[in-house]
């Protein structure tokens, strides 16, 4: 994959912190922000993930009458 430059600035608290977690992990600064910013991404797909199960949680009775549902969450076979 093509790398493309991206210039930030933070204070130096932070650019130090940076340094730091980089190098105790073995890593550069570069790879070290790459994979946050993957990680914080990958969050998305969790969250999304974490509301659809809230969701239906919240309607679980509505699917069941509508859809039909044994007392174990299995879906009814239709005749």
Known sequence: ???????VRVDEDTARAARE??????????KYIEE???RD????????????ADFMKQ??????EEFGADSEGRHRPVD
């Open 36 to 38: 946050l910013v993957r």
């Open 59 to 64: 309607y679980e009775t509505v699917f069941a």
């Open 41 to 52: 991404a990958g969050e998305l797909g969790r969250t999304f993930v974490d509301a659809a």
């Open 1 to 7: 994959m093509a790398k493309t430059q991206l210039n």
């Open 21 to 30: 977690r980089a190098l105790s992990r073995g890593m550069s600064v570069n």
